[in-house]
């Protein structure tokens, strides 16, 4: 649509149209249900148990106007009704507050700046874009639909209304469904958008004087009786929710029928439909799903209609397309929670492009602030007219089309003409400038001082701090989304593990495989951050860009944080790079990584360092200046083992970031880790623990925190054994032939897994369960607890460890494994993650939570249907499934080989296989063990251990022929590798 006569051609049709959809009164429903790209195996139905969706859409219907959200005034018995038996969201938000684009991002269950044509009023919906009514079209359901869909569009390119074929009503919809078909039905509501009846608020009984009128509305009789209309409208909707609710009940599908209830955008007043202040984004949301959601719940999390399009194919068993940005509710809705549930969803986004005139802003609303970002201020004045006096007589012509009717974009009423037309009164003008006034460039309101969103505080100093933060996690929320209004030249955006990143296109065009690469590791990197990092500095650092570059010519490739604009001018590099992150390096990620294990998180300690605590920051500087005079770091150990003046005494942003390498992860140079950091620099170490808001760790309690014993007499034990360590109450057995460390080295990994997990732990100790570690030249049988396995030789040669089964406690592994002996025949792979995996399995899971087993199987089902971990020793059976994906979850499984494929990190699980990555988040929670060998990390609990003094594994004569025969069954399988689980 272009221009003002465009505008109103579809404009005029919109009494028309809303006289026509008046004379039908019937209730309507949305059976919504998706299926994309990401599967979610939790969720799956069942075909013949899938629910219906019946979504019933208002227009213009705005936060908090109904009875359960403390309206006094209206009455909305049937919204209440799907709230108290179900769940309510009093924090939903559109994508955006105009009708057209607010539908089509329900649709599409991603942010309407994705959209391209669909991001605007009228706008159209291109045909690669998928909608979860047509996916779920074909998987099955009955779709179609009543009034509103996503009109005023023309739809160019689809030629069709997605939300369905167009149905007089209900009856008639559920007239064509086949017998025990699925069903999903859009209620496209008319009310309460403008036309409105002059007085129908007032003759229908409701009381003006005690109507709540907006904070930025004048309080007048004008105001009073256009406010009642509208009241009168929203209650007329409600009347058809009730009758759907009603014919649901009749038919016997209302247990059945996942119910939503909401608007597409906010009130048609002044500064609230389409504007971004709550009165403009914020709904009413509430769901109802029979039994399978426990109802009289009000969840306060920060949701977004966008998440609806995910939510309906989970709950259907679908896969969610990966071009969906919106997040499934699903867990919340059948979680029997209330207030925070999901403590990550803490914020929502919101914009605009056009609504009747193009106005680009974009918005990011917290629980202590709106932060609305204003484009092109100048474009904010449009569509006026003249003198801008014209007069309506709204009985006689209750939707005025004429030129500045719409001026402001706001839709022509009574209130508008009031302060319009009495703008310089006294009692007007202040809410005639809340309505027309200029926009700056930023808007920044507190809402617990203003939470009517009426003073920008954007240009106070005491908000300074604030508004640097919201102005950053907007850009960064935005660039993770792909917004063409922060895109860059060249660049492409994309949300890596949390991360607002940038790829070169050139990369990717010329360097595909290799940046993809570097991409993955990228993604490992950043989940070591989000694991070791506290979540009050992590939340200051994740909304840092990350560039992935090429090479500047003449500039060795490296990893650089830019802290200021006018050296990005001198070197001519892009001003977005300011206080981003860039690395230019990909070619050598692999060898980077290798050399400089945590190298992300030392540039995003820059970051933290500039951003957060000033890079003049004192307590720093004096830490680095006592460090250089003393010496302490001219010449310190490097990992390759040469000795070197260490990089941290360069300056004190490449101390801070170095020590913080130390103090989180692993650095190259000396002190390499937290426990040495500590002993060598303790006044560095407590200033980074307080800066960094961590905690400190005494070094010397970890060692002393695991000792090698006599194994306890209640354990009952044969006299083969002789050693034991208590792992936090789990105890670890071995023979007098193991080395001490290795017994440590065990217990360490333990009670790393089980960090967040007592009461598996618990489980598994009351089921009997112990670890075993076997001598580099012990095997398999000689084991007491093994010994009656047969073939003796087939059972030795097969495996360094087990993992014990609902009948067998024990599980074993090699201490030549654990402790990375040469030699080692699974030097890759760390043998007691894989086997205590299983035991955590079969020994805690299954007697904590009886129906983790079957929803195991099912994950593992679905996998293998999607043709998943085909032909690797992942598709065996679900129990090796488990201990697979564990492995890959601490970063642990070995290179791609005839048994393992290319998943072999946390991130790359979590993007091959959702569905295992989140069976195994379930199990341990956010861990921070990151397995890295032995020799990496001699401090701690290995402190003394020496390497090169370790003995070489062999395997004795009699087995080699046993593996040789092993090897040859294994290729004569081939990729048939699944066979069931026996216990």
């Known amino acids: 649509m272009g221009g003002v006569a465009a505008t109103n051609t579809f404009l005029s049709l919109r009494l028309i149209w809303k006289n026509m959809l008046n004379r039908h009164s019937l209730p309507v429903c949305c059976a919504w249900l998706f299926a994309t790209g990401m599967l979610i195996p939790c969720s799956a139905a069942d075909a013949g148990d899938r629910p219906n969706i019946v979504f019933c859409m208002a227009d213009d219907w705005s936060w908090p106007h109904a009875g359960v959200l403390g309206d006094p005034v209206v009455k909305t018995p049937n919204f209440d009704r799907v709230a108290n038996e179900g769940v309510l969201f009093p924090n939903a938000f559109v994508s955006t507050p105009s009708c057209t684009p607010s539908r089509l991002s329900v649709l599409t269950g991603q942010h309407h700046w994705r959209l391209k044509e669909g991001d605007s009023l009228g706008g159209s919906l291109r045909e690669d874009y998928d909608v979860y009514t047509e996916m779920l079209q074909k998987s099955g359901y009955h779709l179609g639909r009543f009034g509103k869909g996503v009109w005023p569009s023309e739809h160019t390119f689809r030629k069709r209304d997605s939300f369905g074929q167009r149905y007089r009503s209900f009856d008639q919809f559920m007239k064509d469904r ?60 409600d009347r058809e929710v009730g009758e759907i609710l ?167 009423s009574p209130t508008k003409q009031l302060l319009r037309l009495q703008r310089h009164q006294s009692q007007v003008q202040p809410f005639a400038d809340l309505a027309f006034g200029q926009r700056p460039d930023e808007e920044l309101y ?58 070169s296109d050139r990369l990717i065009s010329e360097k595909g495989d290799e940046t993809d690469r570097a991409l993955q590791l990228l993604a490992s990197q950043l989940q070591t951050v989000k694991q070791v990092v506290p979540p009050s500095a992590l939340g200051r650092i994740i909304n840092v860009p990350i560039w992935l570059s090429p090479p500047y010519e003449g500039v060795r490739p490296t990893g650089e944080y830019h802290p200021g604009s006018a050296w990005l001018k001198r070197q001519g590099r892009p001003s977005a790079l300011h206080q981003c992150v860039e690395f230019t390096n990909t070619a050598i990620f692999d060898r980077e990584i290798k050399r400089m294990p945590v190298m992300v998180l030392h540039e995003l300690a820059h970051a933290y360092h ?90 010397a309690d970890e060692t002393a925190h695991y000792r090698v014993e006599k194994p306890p007499a209640d354990l009952r034990l044969k006299p083969f054994y002789e050693k034991y360590v208590d792992a936090s109450g789990y105890p670890i057995i071995a023979s007098s032939k193991v080395n001490d460390f290795a017994l440590l080295e065990a217990a360490y990994l333990v009670d790393m897994m089980l960090a967040k997990r007592p009461d598996i732990r618990a489980a598994m100790v009351a089921s009997g369960s112990r670890l075993i570690v076997m001598a580099h030249d012990e095997f398999t049988t000689d084991i007491p607890e093994h010994s009656h396995l047969r073939p003796s030789d087939y059972w030795d040669a097969r495996a360094r460890g087990l993992g014990g089964s609902r009948d067998e406690p024990v599980c074993s592994c090699g201490e030549e494994n654990l402790l990375g002996f040469d030699g080692d025949p699974y030097s890759t792979e760390n043998i007691l993650i894989h086997e205590f995996a299983h035991n955590i399995h079969l020994r805690g899971l299954v007697n904590l939570d009886p129906a983790f087993d079957d929803r195991l199987k099912l994950a593992y089902e679905q996998a293998m249907k999607r043709g998943l971990w085909k032909g690797k020793y992942a598709s065996t059976n679900h129990a090796e499934y488990f201990a697979e994906g564990v492995q890959s979850w601490f970063n642990n499984n070995r290179q791609p080989d005839h048994d393992h494929n290319h998943v072999d990190t946390r991130s790359e699980l979590q993007e091959y296989d959702p569905g295992l990555a989140a069976i195994c988040k379930e199990v341990f929670g956010p861990t921070q063990l990151v397995y890295t060998k032995p020799a990496t990390r001699i401090s701690g609990h290995l402190e003394g251990y020496d390497p090169e003094q370790s003995p070489r594994f062999q395997w004795p004569a009699r087995l080699k022929q046993a593996k040789s025969k092993i090897r040859n069954d294994t290729t004569k399988r081939g990729t048939n590798r699944q066979k069931e689980y026996k216990n």
């Open 246 to 412: 009603q014919k649901l009940e009749a038919i016997g599908e209302l247990q059945n029928t996942i119910v939503v209830v909401s608007g597409d955008n906010g009130m048609p007043f002044p500064r609230c439909k389409a504007t971004l202040y709550d009165q403009g984004t914020r709904v009413p949301l509430a769901v109802r799903w029979g039994a399978k959601v426990k109802g009289e719940r009000t969840v306060t999390d920060f949701v977004s209609l966008c998440d609806l399009a995910p939510t309906f194919l989970q709950a259907a068993g679908l896969d969610v397309s990966t071009q969906m940005t919106g997040r499934s509710l699903l867990s919340i809705l059948q979680s029997d929670q209330s207030g925070t549930v999901d403590a990550t969803r803490t914020f929502a986004l919101a914009g605009t492009e056009k609504h009747v005139y193009a106005y680009p802003r974009r918005s990011l609303r917290t629980s202590d602030f709106l932060y609305i970002r204003n484009f092109d201020p100048s474009a904010w004045a449009t569509g006026q007219h003249g003198a801008g006096t014209e007069q309506y007589d709204f009985a006689k012509n209750p939707w005025p089309t004429g030129k500045g009717a719409f001026s402001y974009a706001i839709d022509p």
């Open 446 to 503: 507190d809402l617990a001082d203003d939470p009517d969103q009426l003073r920008n505080v954007a240009a106070k100093p005491e908000y300074a701090s604030a508004l640097t933060r919201l102005r950053q996690q907007l850009t960064a929320e935005l660039i993770k989304s792909n917004d063409p209004r922060v895109s860059v030249a060249g660049y492409s955006s994309r949300d890596v593990e949390g991360w607002p990143v940038r790829v």
């Open 178 to 237: 086949k017998a025990d078909e699925p069903f999903c039905y859009w209620h496209g509501g008319s009310d309460p958008h403008r036309p409105y009846e002059l007085g129908i608020g007032k003759k229908s009984g409701i009381d003006l004087t005690k109507i709540p009128i907006p904070a930025c509305l004048p309080d007048n009789e004008v105001v009073r009786g256009d406010v009642a209309d509208y009241l009168w409208e929203v209650q007329r909707f």
């Open 610 to 699: 500039d951003q957060v605590l000033g890079n003049d920051n004192k307590e720093i500087a004096e830490v680095f200046a006592s460090a250089k005079e003393s010496g302490i770091y001219n010449m310190v150990q490097r990992e390759n083992g040469k000795t070197e003046r260490a990089y941290a005494i360069t300056n004190p942003m490449e101390y801070f970031a170095e020590l913080t390498e130390a103090l989180f992860g692993r650095n190259d140079f000396y002190p390499f880790d937290r426990a040495q950091l500590q002993r060598h620099d303790p006044a560095a170490y407590d200033v980074l623990v307080r800066l960094w808001k961590t905690e400190s760790v005494d070094s």
